[in-house]
């Protein structure tokens, strides 16, 4: 089974923070995504990466980068927190274009 | 821009009966489809993919049936149970997915 994992379930953060969040998947997977979930909005995602060192934006890239040197390691960096960066963060990862994307569990992020 | 729509935004039925779930996309054009569970305060569980070329796929008591010229598609749930209730998610695209916002299904025993 594949499984992708996320560094922390909750987290509190203050404003201005940089915040780090990591997500690992242990299936050799090519593409690696990151969504954030909020009520009234759906699912939106902020950056994926097809390839290692590679990384697209997705729809709302802004105040957010990320950073993937390694093939099994996605992390989304929050480099100034703010308040509306308060979300439910979710990591994906695909074998490959169109093929089915596993999440992880879910970190629950807010700033105060 | 792809927009995808689920409706309802919720549905309750008792045990044992046969869920029907609607997923509707704007751009006809797409890659494949996929179907999700999410339980609360959790990340999505795949249940279903089906590629463009595919009319429908079939995994235990789901099936998922995909046309793509009326920009439709419908995740079928036999004989319910209250382990059902869940959110469910279409998406479609190939890197970039496109969330419908979802149904959250309850079972009532």
């Known amino acids: 089974d594949v499984k992708v994992t996320q560094s922390s379930r909750y987290l509190v953060k203050r404003t201005g923070e940089k915040v780090f969040l990591e997500c690992v998947q242990d299936?050799?997977?090519?593409?690696m995504f990151w969504y954030r979930q909020d009520p009234g909005l759906g699912l939106r995602l902020i950056y994926f990466s097809y390839d290692v060192k590679m990384k697209e934006k997705g729809d709302i890239p802004e105040g957010y980068s990320v950073s993937r040197e390694k093939k099994e390691r996605f992390s989304l960096i929050l480099e100034s927190a703010s308040t509306n960066q308060t979300s439910m963060y979710l990591c994906?990862?695909?074998?490959?274009?169109?093929?089915?994307?596993?999440f992880g569990p879910g970190t629950r992020l807010t700033v105060l | 821009k792809q927009e995808v729509t689920q409706i309802p935004a919720a549905l309750s039925v008792p045990e044992g009966e046969n869920l029907v779930l609607n997923c509707s996309f704007t751009?006809?054009?797409?890659?494949?489809l996929q179907w999700f569970r999410q339980d609360p305060g959790k990340g999505l569980t795949s249940l279903l993919l089906?590629?463009?070329?595919?009319r429908e796929q079939t995994s235990g008591r789901l099936n998922a049936s995909l046309d793509k010229s009326s920009g439709r598609s419908t995740l079928y749930i036999a004989a319910s149970q209250p382990g059902d209730s869940a959110t469910y998610l279409c998406?479609?695209?190939?890197?970039?997915?496109?969330f419908g916002a979802g149904t959250t299904v309850t079972v009532r025993a």
């Open positions: 751009d006809s054009a797409i890659y494949n």
């Open positions: 994906a990862s695909s074998l490959g274009r169109g093929r089915r994307q596993y």
């Open positions: 998406a479609v695209g190939d890197y970039k997915l496109s």
């Open positions: 299936m050799d997977h090519e593409n």
């Open positions: 089906i590629q463009s070329s595919q």
